[in-house]
Structures are given as C-alpha cells and as structure tokens.
C-alpha cells in the first residue's frame, strides 16, 4: 500500500509540473483529492486493515494529500502570475503615443431651435412655461373643450396609461394649467415647448414628436385682436425661415379656438414659384392658430365676457426641418455624429 502511495505522489507531482493552464490544475485536484479521487479511495479502504496498520497508513495519506495539496497550490500562484503578466503585456498602453481623436457632434438641430424660439419669445414679453408630459384627460382634452365622445378626440390617437392619465397629445395642456393658475383675472403671455404623443400606424409619421404652443390671454378694451396674431406669426416665422418668408391664412376647425386658421407659409426653397417639396403650389403648412374658444376662457376660469386672446402652435420638428434643409426626420433620432457635426458651422 505505502507502494502505491508513493506512486500516487510521484505521478501527481509530474503532472503538477506539466500543467500550463488553472483549469488543468483544477481537473487534478478532483482526480487525487476529490470524493472519488484516488487518495480518498486509498481512505475508504483502510477499513480493512489491522489496527496497528491503521495510524501508520493515515499518516502516510495525509502527509501526501498535504504535499499534493501544496504542489497545486504554488503551481496555480505561478500560471495566475503568468496570465497576468500575459495580460499586462496584451493590454499595455503607451501612454506617450498621440491621443485618439474623440468623434464629437454639436448641439441637437432641435435644442438649437427650442433655444432660439424661447431666446424671440422672452425678447417679446412671454414667459416660457412648461407642464407634465403625462397628462389627465381633463387638462388634455375636456378643458379644452373636447369632452368625453367629442367627434375631434378621434383625431388624435393617444397612449393612455390608465383611464384617466395619457401621454399629452399636445401642448395645450400647460395653457389650462396656467390658465387656473393665474386665477382668471391676469393677463398671460406665455409659451410652452416639449414632447408630445401620438399613436401613429403611418410610417411616415412618429409617435413622439415636438412642439411649441402660444398663448395670449387679456382684457377686451385692449383688443387683443387676429391682428395681433398675424403680426406675431410673422415676427416669429421670419425670424425662424427668413425675412423673405410670406404667410397665408386659411379657415380651419380646432376645438380650442374660434375662428381657427390653418397658417401656410412661403416655400423657403423656390421663394413661392413652385418646386417638388410644396407640392408646385408655392406655400407650406405650418401652423394651426386661432381666437381662443369662449368655452376654453369659460372652463379656466376666465370670464368670456371680460376676456379674450389667441393661441397658435406648430411642431418643433417640422420647423427644424425647414430652417436647416433637413429632408428626412429620421435624422433628428438617430444621434448619428457625422449628421450632428454638420451643424457646428452655425455657431460661427
């Protein structure tokens, strides 16, 4: 038996020696040490012996699983020492070499457009005011005069959360918002820009999108009139597409206002004359504006009677789109740096 040992001993510490790899060294220590190793089995057999060969063989055992066990032990040090050192050597950085250029953008098309469009409006006395983008249908919908089953909630697909709550489908809300906030006896100049949803099944068209929505609310001796509005519009519009840029006024139908107007503007590509993108007809639609609806005044706590004003909106996207010749959306979500870097040129 003590032959055997000793053989055991011998032809473990060879292959010890050979191992060039931790997972080697692992399958060795359950081939000699392990429950069904050939060590243990040498222990399970000591049953059979005398009582004297008993102490003498044990010691024996021990004595080579403890040499084995140490083989193993300073042979794994050495490989992990080695793998490190390979590592190391792999992964070295020369650290006097010139620095990678790092690929950089510039501000987003849309921020540029938001800035300059809240940079004009504060110019001209409005507040710029923002709100939740998940929204109540109340504020969403029924203070702005589309109560529950009106025909013109079906204009807008919305993304409702629970009965109640949606994701806003447009900026309007932060009009009823602060409406109610200003008590219904103040003047109010303000607007709003953000996020808005839509479900979409076009696609052509996306679920989010953003916008910019205007309000002007004030007593009726100082005749905030549809006078007012074209000539914001115009301020606005030349600003944003060129001093060159025409409007056009053309009756719709929004809920929110009364008489409400469609806004085309002057294709800023062939100057009005005709071309592919406005369809040869010369003007572009871009914004939806109006008087605000007695009901809406009504139902914010604003007296009809005392009080009136106008609202506009348009889509931020859209807008970004005309002011930079910008021919696909797509571009504005992508974050694609070899399309945002084009816009460094505008901060010359």
């Not at 004297?52 to 490989?79: F, H, M, Q, W, Y």
């Not at 447009?170 to 109010?188: C, E």
């Not at 004359?273 to 009504?298: D, F, M, R, S, Y």
């Amino acid at each position: 038996m003590k032959e055997k040992l000793e053989q055991i001993y011998k032809e473990a510490k060879e292959q010890i020696e050979k191992i060039d790899m931790t997972q080697g060294l692992n399958d060795l220590k359950v081939k000699y040490l392990g429950k069904k190793g050939e060590l243990t089995e040498i222990l399970k057999g000591m049953g059979k012996l005398s009582p004297e060969e008993r102490p003498k063989l044990g010691s024996i055992v021990n004595e080579i699983r403890d040499s084995i066990v140490e083989a193993i032990e300073t042979k794994e040090k050495e490989l992990k020492q080695k793998e490190l050192n390979k590592k190391l050597e792999k992964e070295k950085i020369d650290v006097t070499l010139p620095a990678t250029k790092i690929t950089r953008g510039s501000k987003h098309p849309i921020n540029r457009v938001i800035e300059e469009i809240q940079d004009l409006f504060v110019s001209m006395g409005y507040d710029v005011i923002s709100g939740p983008e998940l929204e109540t249908d109340e504020f969403c919908f029924e203070r702005l005069n589309l109560p529950k089953g009106h025909p013109a909630r079906d204009m807008q697909d919305s993304f409702y959360i629970t009965n109640e709550y949606l994701l806003r489908t447009q900026t309007s809300a932060v009009q009823a918002r602060t409406m109610l906030d200003y008590g219904g006896n103040k003047p109010i100049r303000m607007i709003c820009t953000g996020k808005t949803y839509r479900r979409e099944d076009d696609a052509t068209h996306s679920h989010q999108f953003n916008q910019v929505e205007g309000l002007v609310i004030d007593e009726k001796d100082k005749n905030v009139s549809l006078s007012d509005l074209k000539g914001t519009l115009e301020i606005f519009v030349r600003k944003m597409l060129g001093e060159k840029t025409e409007l056009r006024f053309r009756p719709s139908y929004f809920p929110f206002t009364e008489p409400s107007y469609e806004v085309d503007v002057s294709c800023f590509k062939c100057g009005g004359k005709g071309c592919n993108l406005c369809k040869q007809t010369g003007w572009i639609e871009l914004l939806g504006a109006g008087i605000v609806h007695p009901n809406v005044l009504k139902m914010n706590g604003y007296d009809p009677e005392k009080y009136g004003g106008f609202a506009f909106g348009t889509g931020i996207d859209r807008l970004a789109m005309f002011k930079y010749g910008i021919t696909d959306m797509r571009y504005l979500y992508t974050n694609d740096v070899r399309f945002l870097k084009q816009f460094d040129r505008f901060e010359k």
